[in-house]
């Protein structure tokens, strides 16, 4: 488990199957869910808590795709991958739904590493990573193929 | 196809597979990849065309992410379900990234529709949403399960 401000960038040779990476935290609001939505996502249940309340989500909720963004900002700052943080692409399941008083972490684990056979200096990290409150329950559950090189 | 500026709530009762909702262009630019980078994605390549160039991406490029948020603002816009676009999860790829003279577009087809057993007045509808960009390049495909409500 590595858990630091500034860590230093991640290269291939540093991963094995099973290593966890905790994030930062950060405190969500009502302001920034407000905020998001406006601009991306603009439902009753992510722009006014009062209209949120005789929805499915009972109350104001965050996009899922703000809890995704949210993730892949403490992503970068906790799995520092040398030349970027490249996904190719992911599976995202949102469990329930991302709230006001929410204070977030991303908790990344190496679930696969597969060498590029065309590509010698890479390889395709798979990394799951769960997006928890500060209670501890989970957010969302993210499943990306992150591009990861050798130490040059 | 449907193609519409604020065309009525879609029931159960309104959706075949196969149907396709065709949403309105929105057209990107640096300033808006830059901004949503600073907040969600701080990686060069997302954040400052001169440190792009000698990335991966060999130019600013979009965080995948922000493709994402753009899409569901326009899924929202194009596919409106009644009592909203609530999704349980999804499959998310990037064949390419999305560049800041895009003009993106949001093309989903219904792929399945599955009454729920226990709820009889809904069902899971997998939706394709295929993001594009002006020279009909794909950006994101995006597999997502939402719940559509019958007709009261």
């Known amino acids: 488990m590595q858990e630091n401000a500034s860590p230093p960038p991640i290269y291939l040779e540093d991963l094995s199957v099973g290593d966890v990476f905790v994030s ?3 405190a969500l609001d009502a302001a920034q869910i ?7 996502d603009p439902q009753p249940f992510h722009l006014d808590a009062d209209a949120a309340r ?3 989500f009972q109350g104001l909720a ?3 795709w703000h809890t ?4 892949m900002k403490l992503l970068v700052e906790s799995f520092p991958v040398a030349r970027g943080v490249i996904g190719a692409g992911a599976d995202i ?5 991302t709230r006001p008083d929410d204070v977030v972490k991303a908790t990344s684990t190496v679930l696969a590493i597969t060498p590029s056979r065309s590509k010698p200096d890479r ?5 799951e990573t769960i997006t ?3 209670r501890d329950e989970t957010l969302q559950k993210l499943t990306s193929k992150v591009v990861v090189f050798r130490r040059p």
């Open 62 to 64: 965050a996009s899922g």
């Open 24 to 26: 930062k935290t950060h």
């Open 123 to 127: 390889a395709i990290v798979v990394v």
């Open 68 to 71: 995704a963004a949210l993730t």
């Open 132 to 134: 928890s409150n500060q």
């Open 34 to 40: 407000i905020a998001f939505a406006s601009q991306f």
């Open 93 to 97: 399941a949102w469990p329930q739904p």
């Open 54 to 56: 005789d929805t499915l």
